[in-house]
């Protein structure tokens, strides 16, 4: 099977432009988290998607959303990126929402803003 | 923000020690995940605990939980190179991931 993968793997933008990332789970797996990870603040919550409803969403601004589609995949979306954007976004798949699930993880999206 | 704190933040052992890393919260844990992470990569899941267990095995890994004081370890025996890398504790109901301890391990 398949593990989780992400798209691009590596991305670089400039300040106040906008970026998409991509994630496509693991076959049959419905819920999708998506997380950032900095050296500074370590690996934060973004959202949590089942079944194309967002379940959470983590303390970020509104510049950073996402959506799921009918397939499973996800994507999330961040509009004027700022330098402190830069971060290895990671994507996780599992089979339900239970929260004792085990998450597969994607490699990650490295975003370099500049 | 909003985070896990795990002691310590690095450790550096020889292959054959053991290794031992904390993590403790601020809120109550249900559900609780350990993960290692290579290099930047992907997180890998390793074992998952919940508020009704005390202890728990998976090979040469062992986890504890103590709800009252919010706290959890992992122990990973008889250490090897490829265990060098980043370990996370994650509060799944409370979407919290632990600071994370680099272990490294000398052949």
């Known amino acids: 099977k398949a593990g989780v993968t992400q798209t691009p793997r590596y991305l670089i933008k400039t300040r106040g432009q906008q970026v998409t990332l991509s994630c496509s789970p693991i076959s049959g797996h419905r819920s999708v988290s998506w997380y950032q990870q900095t050296p500074g603040q370590g690996l934060q919550f973004l959202f949590e998607y089942f079944s194309e409803t967002q379940r959470n969403k983590g303390n970020f601004p509104g510049r950073f959303s996402g959506r799921q589609f009918s397939n499973s995949r996800s994507e999330m979306n961040v509009s004027t990126l700022e330098l402190g954007d830069s971060a290895l976004y990671l994507c996780?798949?599992?089979?339900?929402?239970?929260?004792?699930?085990?998450?597969?993880f994607g490699p990650g999206t490295r975003l370099l803003v500049l | 923000s909003q985070q896990g704190e795990e002691d310590p933040q690095a450790l550096s052992i020889q292959e054959g020690e053991n290794a031992t890393m904390n993590c403790s919260y601020k809120t109550s844990i249900n559900n609780l995940q350990w993960y290692r992470q290579n290099s930047g990569r992907g997180l890998v899941h390793l074992i998952l605990?919940?508020?009704?267990?005390r202890e728990k095995h998976s090979g040469r890994l062992r986890v504890t939980l103590d709800t009252s004081k919010k706290s959890s370890s992992l122990l990973i025996t008889a250490s090897r190179a490829a265990d060098t890398a980043s370990y996370f504790c994650y509060n799944t109901d409370k979407l919290i991931f632990g600071t994370g301890t680099r272990l490294q391990v000398f052949p």
């Open positions: 605990i919940r508020s009704n267990e």
């Open positions: 996780a798949s599992s089979l339900s929402k239970d929260r004792g699930e085990t998450q597969y």
